[in-house]
């Protein structure tokens, strides 16, 4: 990575706070959860499959049946694991130059449940937790 010379400090000051919360979990309060993780995982599921799996793919690949019409491919949700705060505002206003477009009919709650079940597919802490439990990968 270049030297960051040219950057302005107020740049170098944003960056830098973006890396720092990278090692943080990122994890939602519980005074600010519409249901317990189990119903938000559940709810989450079916506006998934409702909303998300075209393109996404069934399992968070990034594979799903309309996947291959666009460029850039939608993401793999194995292989991400977005802050709550992110996926509810790409979800609240889609992502420019994509076709990831905003979802503005679904509910806080059902934002709020998509996104905890979006996380559970990140690859790595499956792989994590079958490690502890032992079960197989």
Excluded: N
Excluded at 57 to 73: F, I, V
């Amino acid at each position: 990575m270049p030297a960051w010379h040219v950057s302005p400090e107020e740049d170098l000051r944003a960056v830098s706070a973006y890396a720092a919360q990278l090692g943080r979990t990122d994890q939602l309060p519980e005074t600010e959860r519409f249901a317990p993780p189990d119903a938000l995982q559940e709810a989450g599921r079916r506006v998934y499959a409702m909303h998300c799996a075209r393109c996404h793919g069934e399992r968070g690949a990034g594979d799903g049946k309309d996947a291959s019409r666009y460029l850039p491919s939608p993401p793999s949700f194995k292989g991400m694991r977005p802050s709550y705060a992110a996926a509810k505002r790409i979800i609240e206003g889609g992502v420019p130059g994509t076709a990831m477009a905003s979802w503005p009919l679904l509910t806080q709650p059902e934002i709020q449940a998509v996104t905890h079940y979006i996380r559970s597919l990140y690859a790595a802490d499956r792989q994590d937790s079958s490690k502890a439990t032992g079960a197989p990968q």
